[in-house]
């Protein structure tokens, strides 16, 4: 979202007010809605320029807003990245969010990490030359292999169709706007980079209630009939909470081993913050009981926590490697060679990453 057009700031309260267009209509008065002033609006949006001039002079930011945020920080320079939320304006986890990153727990279970062939990822061939590569192979295999069609997934054959998880709704008040900060790989350390994002988050704490399921007699009917594979991680909550922290343990082990070697360089402070959480966080899945798991989902959570980093399989020698490497990156110019990945981490103003949920189950 860009300032003063899809929402406006007021930093004597320390305010972000997220416009709502009917409030608008409401602002600019009954004798003043025309077909010249909805121009006058459209084109200031099209051509990338302030609202405000528009709005009466005595406006307020909660009189043309459907919500407003607090802030502890501010990139006044950047734009504003949308927390989603329900028809009510409460931020929310869409099931289908919770629901991929338990697909994704499931699916590095069953894919061992060094039995990928080049065959399994590379999609087709652009006009172009340019190369794509996709999941879809190994998916069916884990998911729905008894799908026909060889590379698509038929959600009929999808085990997890059996899987139900809801939206989780929180509370109004339970979301902030923070700054998001780019850590980087410099040459003498780990630096933050000199732009940031702005974005809507769920504040760090907040509880919401949500539903989880597993239809049970529709699954092992369907398991009979030959209409599905059964999966071990899928015949309870339990099983499915285990399979999860298995790799969000697995990938954060990972990551504290990514820094290791690079602790005892120029590095900026915030990494040593960053990486205090990693290994808090660690130690709790490491000792999470059976009723709980973490998972991590949502903008800023990385490229290799969301695929398990399987990439690196012996079965892919180097020269096939570079080319997944180039398609990830769309590094076209070759600036990031040298680099696995295009190295970034995003995290708050205070060190702590995004994205980590804590699922607990609960007595009906």
Not at 38 to 46: L, S
Not at 70 to 96: A, C, K, V, W
Not at 98 to 103: A, D, L, N, Q, T
Not at 165 to 192: H, M, P, R, S, Y
């Amino acid at each position: 979202m860009k300032r003063d057009m899809d929402f406006l700031i007021s930093s004597q309260d320390r305010e972000i007010g997220i416009i709502d267009h009917r409030k608008m209509m409401e602002a600019f008065g009954e004798d003043d809605i025309n077909r010249e002033t909805i121009n006058r609006w459209v084109n200031a949006i099209d051509q990338q320029q302030s609202i405000l001039p528009l709005l009466p002079s005595l406006t307020k930011i909660g009189d043309v807003s459907k919500r407003i945020r607090t802030y502890r920080d501010f990139n006044p320079n950047s734009e504003l990245r949308e927390q989603m939320h329900d028809t009510q304006n409460n931020p929310m986890i869409p099931g289908s969010s919770v629901k991929g990153s338990v697909r994704t727990a499931i699916w590095d279970a069953y894919v061992n990490d060094n039995s990928i062939t080049y065959r399994d990822v590379f999609a087709y061939t652009k006009r172009n030359g340019d190369k794509v590569f996709k999941d879809n192979k190994l998916s069916k295999k884990v998911f729905a292999p008894f799908s026909k069609n060889r590379n698509r997934i038929d959600p009929n054959k999808d085990i997890l169709r059996f899987l139900q998880i809801t939206d989780v709704v929180f509370t109004q008040n339970q979301a902030i706007c923070e700054v998001f900060k780019v850590l980087t790989e410099k040459n003498e350390g780990w630096k933050i980079k000199r732009f940031d994002e702005n974005g809507e988050c769920i504040l760090k704490g907040a509880k919401a209630r949500g539903r989880i399921k597993i239809d049970q007699k529709n699954l092992k009917n369907n398991i009979e009939k030959g209409y599905v594979r059964g999966l071990s991680p899928i015949q309870s909550v339990e099983d499915l909470f285990e399979a999860c922290n298995q790799y969000t343990a697995k990938m954060l082990h990972l990551e504290v081993d990514f820094f290791q070697e690079d602790m005892d360089m120029d590095n900026d402070p915030v990494l040593y913050e960053y990486m205090n959480i990693i290994r808090s966080l660690a130690e709790e899945v490491d000792n999470a009981s059976k009723d709980t798991c973490i998972l991590r989902m949502g903008h800023g959570t990385g490229y290799r926590f969301m695929t398990g980093n399987k990439i690196f399989s012996d079965n892919i020698n180097d020269d096939k490697l570079n080319l997944i490497f180039q398609s990830i990156r769309r590094d076209w110019r070759n600036i990031y060679k040298d680099c696995f990945y295009i190295k970034s981490r995003k995290i708050t103003s205070f060190g702590s990453p995004l994205g980590f949920v804590k699922l607990k189950l609960l007595s009906e």
